[in-house]
């Protein structure tokens, strides 16, 4: 190949005539488990076309079959990873770094997961400006190295430098499995994946839920969710999934039943992470999209449970105290940060203007909540929820008769007793209290007393009142 020529990735369809043939050989040889045959085909066209990542991937499991490798495998190192070796070829790539492929794939015939030799595969592809190959590079040191967190990094970094901000997110979720102590990738990994649905948010919404539903694959979603399976039914059903996803990453229906089935699991990372990648996947699907930052949601309340429990269970330990508080405030920001990024996308939609005033409410910027929940009033669907919060919004300002006037209409446009009710009831009860009305106050609360005498503190407020 003339060192001139210009080197930028391909596809099948762009290989020459005269490679097409070495192509064809080569899958069919890998078919017939002769991968040694398979090795030489592959190796000849990336000579000519270093740009075919499919040639180098297909390699690359060639070899690390013939040479009977496997993911954690890989030859130890002096320095922990797989051996070095990397620098002479980055050496070699300066005056010639097509001829530093070329030898660098002929190292990797023998060690398909040395570290060393695919991180200099990954600058001097990076140099070449063969992104993604620069990315598989990393990939292939990263799998056959799970413990060296180092080259993780490098990747994950990477795909932030692309802007690839759900791969970063993945990766550095790898990264805290080896090591939950790594800070930085527990802190990475939650940037990651706020910045990816910021990404996904600006995405096109012109696909729709009836779309999605009026689709055989989104029938079967919806046909796997209404069977109630067990826990252990449901991982086995993870698992076959996942072999189906890593077959083809790209399937719209697996990634979204799988997304499904961890959401059952109640796994919520592991759901947002396939919930925003089928999202992705449907060029800007708006119930994907949404799914996904629900999950997201529940994912990060969930972590912040769990931390509360263990600092309710250890109520002298002042560190742990002290780390639930930041997580709590943190939490707070995050979420405000989240909810203002999904208005700016859609200021239309009356949810995401309830999910923003709430955001406000919690960060105590009430009169900044307002205007918001006063627009998303406008779904049926929210709306007594809404007119809850804008009471105690309200209220939180000092302006009780606005925070009865809310809630006095969101309970009359409920007729049944049920758990709303009576949580608005009381609200409207306590607010009354404090505005000195104690006998509007004793009424809420006697509704309540009437059907549900262990309601909270009903009780005591309503026989109490008899006392007097």
């Known amino acids: 190949m003339s060192e001139t020529?210009?080197?930028?990735e391909i596809t099948e369809a762009d290989l020459p005539a005269s490679l097409k043939?070495?192509?064809?050989?080569?899958?069919?040889?890998?078919?017939?488990?002769?991968?040694?045959?398979?090795?030489k085909f592959l190796q000849a066209i990336l000579k000519e076309e270093p740009g075919f990542l499919n040639a180098r991937k297909l390699l690359r499991q060639a070899e690390i079959i013939q040479n009977g490798a496997s993911p954690g495998s890989a030859k130890k190192g002096l320095f922990g990873g797989s051996g070095g070796g990397g620098g002479s070829f980055t050496r070699q790539a300066k005056k010639d770094p097509a001829g530093a492929l070329?030898?660098?794939?002929?190292?990797?015939?023998?060690?398909p997961f040395n570290c060393g030799v695919n991180e200099a595969l990954h600058e001097i592809a990076l140099r070449m400006n063969l992104l993604d190959t620069a990315a598989f590079a990393l990939e292939t040191a990263k799998k056959g190295n799970p413990e060296n967190t180092k080259v993780a990094h490098k990747l994950a970094q990477?795909?932030?430098a692309r802007e690839m901000h759900l791969d970063a997110s993945r990766v550095y979720r790898e990264i805290v499995k080896q090591d939950p102590g790594d800070g930085e990738a527990v802190r990475g990994e939650k940037d990651c994946s706020a910045k990816a649905s910021m990404q996904q948010?600006?995405?096109s919404e012109n696909s729709s839920f009836k779309d999605m539903v009026k689709s055989d694959e989104a029938a079967e979603l919806e046909k796997a969710s209404r069977v109630s399976l067990t826990k252990d039914q449901l991982e086995e059903r993870a698992g076959e999934l996942v072999a189906q996803y890593e077959a083809d990453p790209n399937n719209l229906a697996v990634v979204k039943q799988l997304a499904l089935t961890y959401e059952q699991l109640e796994d919520w990372n592991t759901s947002h992470s396939f919930y925003s990648w089928a999202h992705e996947l449907s060029n800007g699907d708006v119930a994907l999209r949404n799914k996904a930052n629900q999950i997201k949601d529940k994912a990060a309340d969930q972590y912040i449970k769990d931390v509360e429990a263990a600092a309710a269970a250890d109520p002298d330990n002042e560190e742990l105290q002290a780390q639930m508080r930041e997580i709590q405030q943190a939490r707070i920001v995050e979420r405000l940060e989240e909810c203002r990024e999904r208005v700016k996308q859609n200021p239309t939609d009356p949810k995401m203007r309830f999910d923003l005033g709430q955001a406000?409410?919690?960060?105590?910027?009430?009169?900044d909540a307002i205007p918001h929940l006063q627009q998303a009033t406008r779904n049926p669907h929210i709306r007594i929820k809404v007119l809850l919060l804008l009471g105690r919004t309200f209220d939180a300002k000092g302006m009780t008769d606005l925070a009865i006037k809310q809630l006095k209409d969101a309970n009359d446009e409920l007729t049944q007793m049920d758990n709303t009710k009576k949580e608005i009831l009381y609200e409207l009860g306590v607010i009354y209290t404090k505005a000195e009305k104690k006998q509007e106050a004793l009424d809420c609360f006697k509704q309540i007393y009437e059907v549900d005498y262990g309601y909270r503190d009903v009780a005591s407020r309503v026989e109490g009142s008899y006392e007097g």
Do not use: P, Q
């Open 360 to 367: 406000l409410y919690d960060a105590g910027e009430h009169s």
């Open 201 to 203: 948010n600006r995405m």
């Open 21 to 39: 043939e070495h192509w064809k050989n080569a899958k069919a040889s890998v078919e017939r488990n002769n991968h040694g045959y398979a090795i």
């Open 158 to 160: 990477f795909y932030v």
């Open 102 to 111: 070329v030898a660098i794939e002929k190292e990797l015939e023998k060690d």
């Open 5 to 8: 020529k210009e080197v930028r």
